[in-house]
């Protein structure tokens, strides 16, 4: 089992914006924010742990190291919409950023199939 470890450091979020080109039907542009950090994890001494942060304290389960962040939120005309999803954390960069890409092709055919235009039938005189 990995050690118990805190976040030592974490740098500020970076956030961008991405607009599928669809729209709901009240005209509004889907799209979702990607949110993205890169956050230090260290390891939380055992004799310490229940010192510095109680029994209940908050620690998460990994190896130590430097690990890459991001968290999606769908978002309407680039505003937030819905819940927030979980954080997701990757040991590379190159992890993230395919799981980013993965997360937003999804989210676009997702929403594509979703708000796809009505087919409009016509029946045809006999």
């Known amino acids: 089992m990995a050690p118990k470890v805190r976040e030592a450091s974490c ?10 080109g669809i729209t709901d039907r009240k005209g ?10 890169e956050a230090e ?7 310490q742990a229940d ?3 109680g029994p209940e304290g908050w620690y998460i389960n ?7 962040g991001f968290r999606p939120w769908a978002t309407r005309n680039g505003k937030h919409y819905g819940a ?3 954080s997701y954390l990757y040991a590379t960069t190159e992890e993230r950023e395919a ?23 016509v029946a045809r005189p006999r």
């Open 11 to 20: 740098t500020e979020e970076v956030k961008a914006l991405v607009d599928f």
């Open 28 to 37: 509004r542009a889907i799209g979702a924010q990607i949110a993205t950090w």
């Open 41 to 47: 994890y260290v390891p939380v001494a055992a004799d």
């Open 51 to 53: 010192k510095d942060y």
């Open 62 to 68: 990994r190896q130590p190291g430097r690990y890459y």
């Open 84 to 86: 927030m999803q979980p």
């Open 99 to 121: 799981a980013i890409a993965k997360y937003l092709d999804s989210a676009r055919k997702r929403n594509a199939k979703l708000f796809a235009p009505e087919e409009v039938t």
